[in-house]
T-cell receptor, first 112, second 114 residues
Framework: QQQVKQSPQSLIVQKGGISIINCAYE??????FPWYQQFPGKGPALLIA???DVSEKKEGRFTISFNKSAKQFSLHIMDSQPGDSATYFC???????????WGAGTKLIIKP | ETGVTQSPTHLIKTRGQQVTLRCSSQ?????VSWYQQALGQGPQFIFQ???????GRGNFPPRFSGLQFPNYSSELNVNALELDDSALYLC?????????????FGSGTRLTVV
């Protein structure tokens, strides 16, 4: 019940295309859903996060879509650029947790 | 304002040895969390410290221990190293105790156990 399942494991998108990464969770006590971006040799950096009281949040080219009933959330990267090439992690936490529960990551490659 | 600084960046140890990893929190952050990230996986929560006391712990054995100092810097100690301890160790500081938001991560320490 503590798992967050992320797909796909890897993704190749043409420059200018839309990158979509999906995550699913089981624990209905989760109430915070962030996405992190990690470049090689660096720690994760918060990209965007959502709470379950909204179905969508947009920040620039990055959008989180949240489906509470399906217990799924996804990251959409519009107009994907080569600089977006990185590993993306979804995560979840709740008031009873002291921690973030992380997905396994998606390695995104944007082809020029 | 500085970010989170971890040292050393890379480390090679022999099985059975002990290791200490260090973390300097972002200015003003009073909570520090440690995560282990194995190659190709998401980070796994080790523990969190708030005001020098352990505030929560993940599924790691007691040979993983930590300290937080009055200036909010922190150490992660691992005794009796095993090959499976090879990983990237991440420190995250935050202003919020408990829930995993408001984190600022360091770049990590890459530990290799041979």
């Amino acid at each position: 019940q503590q798992q967050v399942k992320q797909s796909p494991q890897s993704l190749i998108v043409q420059k200018g295309g839309i990158s979509i990464i999906n995550c699913a969770y089981e624990n209905t006590a989760f109430d915070y859903f962030p996405w992190y971006q990690q470049f090689p040799g660096k720690g994760p950096a918060l990209l965007i996060a959502i709470r379950p009281d909204v179905s969508e949040k947009k920040e620039g080219r990055f959008t989180i879509s949240f489906n509470k009933s399906a217990k799924q959330f996804s990251l959409h990267i519009m107009d994907s650029q080569p600089g977006d090439s990185a590993t993306y992690f979804c995560a979840a936490s709740g008031r009873s947790n002291y921690q973030l529960i992380w997905g396994a990551g998606t390695k995104l490659i944007i082809k020029p | 304002e500085t970010g989170v600084t971890q040292s050393p960046t890379h480390l090679i140890k022999t099985r059975g040895q002990q290791v200490t990893l260090r973390c300097s929190s972002q200015s003003g952050h009073n909570t520090v969390s440690w995560y282990q990230q194995a190659l190709g996986q998401g980070p796994q929560f080790i523990f969190q410290y708030y005001r020098e006391e352990e505030n929560g712990r993940g599924n790691f054995p007691p040979r993983f221990s930590g300290l937080q100092f009055p200036n909010y810097s922190s150490e992660l100690n691992v005794n009796a190293l095993e090959l499976d301890d090879s990983a990237l160790y991440l420190c995250a500081s935050s202003l919020v105790i408990g829930q995993g938001y408001g984190y600022t991560f360091g770049s990590g320490t890459r530990l290799t156990v041979v």
